[in-house]
């Protein structure tokens, strides 16, 4: 297992691009990624519990901390929400630079633990042309050892999230499925945001079509359409699949990212076709993970379908414009 110490050096750099923030991309600053005419805030950040793994990223030259749930729970704080993470990290080396970087995160670390079980979760990727990335995740990791104890399930109830994040590769395995449901079956109020993200290997499709089936807010990428629509029966067109998927398990909102073609969103009854943002890509780790947390921030907002679209495309573009899941402004 690579550690700060021995290997790619680590990037700690955990601040936030916001897609507010006008962006550098070789090195000139980019207009694209500053959002227009959405002044709009929340009346009040929403409460998320992000359900999910903590890891760090190895690629050739370097080693970030990463994790889909971890790259979310930051984009959304630093968009004025209050995100609390559920996930574990080790006692090793690698542990203790997270959790240094995850506070200096200004994350709320309430339901963060550690454990001596298993190692700090590591991923290898390997960049590839557009937005092709593949990932080789070590498992057993530390966020497989996560516990939730009746004490922490009363904290979670009493906090009252209003939402709950959750992806594919931490419910992949039985006892991480099962917490996540205890999590779920105890927040009935809660709206679960659903980021399929599917990784070689832990995607299952019964697992997938389960999660599908109880989420309320769905997001995933045009390949993972390709995979997940046919075991669904539903169509294969974007609006078609986000309308069925709608009609027959109740989503709220429903979206495909397409890439440098943008996304197709639909919430409510709105649905929009929106562009993608011109941007140089340098790094797409991470683009889906603040696309999400710009989805989350404009349906918490009320915003209607077109300007949530454009406002997380550009949450997205920002991030893939930059080295990095979690860039420095």
Request: charged share 20%; aromatic share 6%.
């Amino acid at each position: 297992m690579p550690t700060p110490a021995a290997g790619p050096p680590v990037d700690t750099r955990r601040a936030v691009l916001l897609p507010s923030d006008p962006a550098r991309v070789d090195g000139t600053l980019s207009e694209n990624l500053s959002v227009q005419n959405v002044t709009t805030r929340p009346a009040a950040g929403a409460r998320a519990l992000v359900v999910g793994e903590i890891l760090w990223d190895v690629f050739s030259d370097t080693t970030r901390l990463g994790g889909a749930a971890l790259n979310f729970a930051a984009h959304l704080k630093r968009l004025g929400h209050d995100p609390r993470i559920v996930s574990a990290i080790g006692t090793d080396v690698l542990g203790q630079a997270a959790g240094a970087a995850i506070t200096s995160l200004g994350l709320d670390t309430t339901f963060l633990q550690t454990t001596g079980r298993f190692g700090t979760g590591t991923a290898s990727v390997r960049l590839g042309p557009g937005d092709h990335t593949s990932f080789v995740i070590d498992r057993p990791a530390a966020y497989d050892a996560v516990e939730i104890t009746e004490a922490i399930l009363r904290q979670v109830v009493e906090w009252a999230p209003t939402w709950c994040y959750y992806g594919t590769l931490f419910p992949s395995s039985s006892c991480n499925r099962q917490l996540l449901q205890q999590l779920l079956d105890a927040l009935p109020r809660a709206r679960r945001f659903y980021d399929v993200n599917l990784r070689p290997g832990f995607d299952s499709p019964e697992l997938v079509s389960d999660l599908l089936r109880a989420s309320h807010v769905v997001k995933l990428n045009e390949r993972e359409l390709a995979e997940v629509h046919r075991p669904l029966e539903l169509p294969a067109d974007p609006e078609a699949f986000c309308r069925a998927g709608s009609a027959r398990y109740g989503w709220r909102a429903a979206c495909v990212t397409l890439g440098a073609r943008g996304c197709a969103l639909l919430a409510g009854d709105d649905f929009v076709g929106a562009p993608g943002i011109p941007v140089t890509v340098v790094d797409t780790v991470g683009a889906g993970d603040a696309f999400a947390a710009g989805f989350v921030h404009g349906l918490a907002s009320e915003w209607p379908a077109a300007t949530i679209a454009d406002f997380a495309n550009r949450a997205g573009a920002a991030v893939a414009a930059v080295r990095g899941a979690i860039p420095a402004r």
